[in-house]
């Protein structure tokens, strides 16, 4: 799987949108870009995940640059709920053999500013 | 429906001591994975399972056995604890295709 490279931490105000990078340029053409975070010390949590179009959900917005070298979530409006580390993670393509061993770095700890 | 339970939640043990992480999810995935969080550290893969029966080694299997011989259930044996073991575990549940689902993490300290 690529690496990626995020920035160490990270600080929002509160109800602003927090911007998180990510740089995995090494990332094949059949990878998908997915998000977890994880909260204090809980175990990680689905975020979101893309492959190479811009994706939203109820949580989040992730946008893949045309080249899918680098990628950004979006929180829309931070909560101090969203203090965090935020993980950015790219595995091979679903179907095929890889979800069963996700490759953590040391993700961003974002905290939200009241 | 509880998700990926893990017990127990603590655990001291002393060096050479061995005990067994439970790991159980009723979501009927496939896949199952232990991972370990050292303190400032990122999550690293310790062995993971594709299936009942079907168990393989991941990024740090050294001093970890595991087996998986129902669908529901992924223990985690430590043969002869050290404290360099001390760590989180968490245990990961998912079908081939969708996301993993954590379990809230044993927190295990060997003196």
């Known amino acids: 799987d690529a690496k990626t490279t995020q920035p160490t931490s990270m600080d929002c105000a509160e109800g602003r949108a927090a911007n998180l990078p990510c740089n995995h340029s090494?990332?094949?053409?059949?990878?998908?870009v997915y998000w977890y975070r994880q909260i204090h010390s809980q175990g990680p949590q689905y975020i979101i995940h893309?492959?190479?179009n811009n994706e939203t959900n109820e949580m989040a917005s992730l946008i893949i640059t045309e080249d899918r070298k680098s990628s950004t979530l979006i929180l829309p409006h931070a909560t101090l709920r969203d203090t965090a580390v935020y993980y950015c993670i790219v595995r091979v393509a679903k179907g095929n053999f890889g979800n069963e061993k996700l490759t953590f770095g040391t993700g961003t700890r974002l905290t939200i500013i009241p | 429906n509880a998700g990926v339970t893990q017990t127990p939640k603590f655990q001291v043990l002393k060096t050479g001591q061995s005990m067994t992480l439970q790991c159980a999810q009723d979501m009927n995935h496939e896949y199952m994975s232990w991972y370990r969080q050292d303190p400032g550290m990122g999550l690293r893969l310790i062995h993971y399972?594709?299936?009942?029966?079907?168990?393989d080694q991941g990024e740090v299997p050294n001093g970890y056995n595991v087996s998986r011989s129902t669908t529901e259930d992924f223990p985690l044996r430590l043969l002869s604890a050290a404290p360099s073991q001390t760590s989180v575990y968490f245990c990961?549940?998912?079908?081939?295709?969708?996301?993993?689902?954590f379990g809230p993490g044993t927190r295990l300290t060997v003196l």
């Open positions: 090494t990332i094949s053409g059949n990878e998908y």
């Open positions: 399972s594709v299936g009942a029966g079907i168990t």
């Open positions: 990961a549940s998912s079908t081939p295709w969708d996301e993993q689902f």
């Open positions: 893309g492959l190479k």
